[in-house]
Each structure stands twice: as C-alpha cells, then as structure tokens.
C-alpha cells in the first residue's frame, strides 16, 4: 500500500453507500464496507461522489456521514470527500468538516445548475470557496464530469486555478472517458495529479506520468486495481490491465450505480445492498442476471 497521500497517487474507489429500509445512509454498513476496500488495496477512499448516490443526500445527511466516518477507526485521512454542490455555502460547509475530520483532500464539482457556465463564472465560484474556507490545509481535486453536470471544467480554467492557487488546486478526476484530454492535463501541467475516472485508463494514465484512478467499479475490483498499480511498470502490466477492463467493460453497459450495488448483493450475500435513492431503481430480474453472466465472463468470481 502507497505511504502517500491518496490525492498524490493511488487508486480510490469511488464508494457506494449502503441504505436503510428508510433510504437513509447506513453508516455502519458504509465503513465496513470502506474497511473492506482498504483491505483489498485501495489506496484511498473517494466518499460521497456520484457512485455514492451524493446528489441526493441533503447537506446534514453528508455532514452525518462525514462526523461518523472522523469517529470510526477509518483512517479518514486517507478519505476524498465529494463536497461540489450547487450552493456555494454547502460546499464551504462540506470542505470544513472534512478539513476537521483529516480528509487528506476533497473531490469538487463546478456549481452544475445554470449552464452554460464561463470559466470566469467557474473560477469565480471555486475562488470564493477556497477564500471562504481561508485553511492553507485544504487541497481540491477538481471533479470533471460534463456527462452528468453539463459543466467542463476546461484547460484554460485549470491554468487559472493553479495558477491562483497552486498549493490548493493539486489535481482531477477525468470522468469523461476522453483519454486525449486526460493527455493534454498532464502534459501542460505537470505538478497537476491527474486520475482517470475509468478503470480501462488505469495503465495508459500511469505510464504518461498521471496519479492514478478513482472509479466505480473499484467497488468490486479493488484488487485488480490494486495489481496495475503495484505492477504497472512490469512486463505482466498489460495482462494485470486487461484482466481489471473486462470487468469495467462489463459494468458499463448496465446502469453503474444499480450494477454495482447488485453486484454487491449477490457477492456479500445481503439484499439490502439494492436499496436505491430515487431516482435510481434496482436492476429489474433479467437485467440483474445478464450483468452476473456478463461479470462471471468478464472473470468475476464473488469469493474475491
């Protein structure tokens, strides 16, 4: 396991959030399933993203996650929260308790309601969050993922963060599946720790000088990750990286989120690990077993 930060290098899961009958987040449920995932070798936990259903939890109920995880023996130092939320005093709030809890950073969507945004507008919004935090110990990780906010956050603007706040502004998490992109942020800004969001890049981002990966599917392929990592620079690298994309390959052609809490019902055995917020539903029987055949061709076995 890396002896550094996790927003330095690594690869995060993007942890999904187990639910009460009554929808509300099960935190005991989450931090075994947090600890689960550091056994299997991730190297840091990406709480509360899109995977964890953020978006439709209320700002007290992410707080309420935040507080249990700083009181459990979860290394929350090694924690990425989500914080990005549409109201900039949300997001101030967020990024405070995960200063307080030792959150070794902080995962940040650009405000996503009004479109198009400007990267004046942009930088406008995250530079009165960082004044507003006022703590030197805050590090942001910039979160693209246009697909679902409808918000790039562009080259031009990070040259504009990181140059107005370099010891803040230290990387992103690319969700948009365009590796060029992925490229071209490591080329131009190379102290910028850039992860891929898909587990396919995993090697590809590793060998041009990129951080890492925070995905999905680490959720249930956090060993595999775990072996491009520590082997990434061997001759068996590329057999270590198709064996973790075919299970990504797999997954994503079903509903992510649905997908992978159904995968997590069936490998731990607890139904309760369907219960969706709405707007999501569980995968409905068909679809659930063509996603199990899919992952058991793909190499998955529930024992791992």
Same mark, same amino acid.
């Given at each position: 396991m890396s002896t550094l930060s996790p927003i330095d290098g690594g690869v995060m899961a993007a942890v999904l959030? =187990? &639910?009460n009958d009554d929808l509300s987040p099960n935190h005991a449920a989450w931090l075994d399933h947090s600890r689960d995932l550091m056994a299997q070798g991730c190297t840091g936990l990406a709480v509360l993203g899109t995977t964890s259903e953020a978006n439709s939890f209320s700002l007290s109920e992410r707080l309420a996650m935040l507080d249990a995880l700083g009181e459990s023996d979860v290394n929350s130092g090694l924690s990425v929260p989500g914080v990005g939320c549409c109201a900039l005093p949300d997001?101030?709030?967020l990024c405070r308790k995960a200063l307080e809890i030792g959150a070794a950073g902080v995962l940040m969507l650009p405000p996503f309601y009004y479109k198009p945004a400007s990267d004046d507008g942009l930088f406008a919004a995250y530079s009165e969050i960082i004044q507003r935090v006022g703590d030197s110990k805050l590090k942001i990780l910039l979160y693209h993922i246009p697909q679902n906010t409808g918000v790039p956050?562009? &080259?031009p603007l990070i040259e504009k963060l990181v140059t107005a706040y370099p010891n803040t502004v230290v990387g992103i998490k690319d969700s948009a599946g365009d590796f060029a992109n992925m490229q071209a942020m490591v080329t131009n800004? =190379?102290?910028f720790n850039v992860f891929s969001g898909s587990d396919a890049y995993l090697l590809d981002i590793l060998r041009i000088g990129g951080a890492g990966s925070i995905t999905a599917c680490n959720n249930i *392929?956090?060993?595999e *990750?775990?072996?491009v990592l520590a082997n990434w620079q061997s001759d068996d690298a590329d057999t270590y990286q198709t064996a973790l994309s075919a299970i990504r390959l797999a997954t994503q052609k079903f509903p992510l989120v649905e997908a992978l809490k159904e995968a997590m019902a069936r490998k731990t055995g607890d139904a309760a690990w369907r219960t969706l917020r709405p707007p999501l539903q569980p995968l409905d029987a068909a679809t659930a077993e063509a996603f199990w055949a899919a992952l058991g061709a793909a190499g998955f076995s529930a024992a791992s």
């Open positions: 959030t =187990p &639910l997001t101030v709030e956050i562009t &080259l800004f =190379p102290d *392929s956090a060993r *990750s775990a072996a």
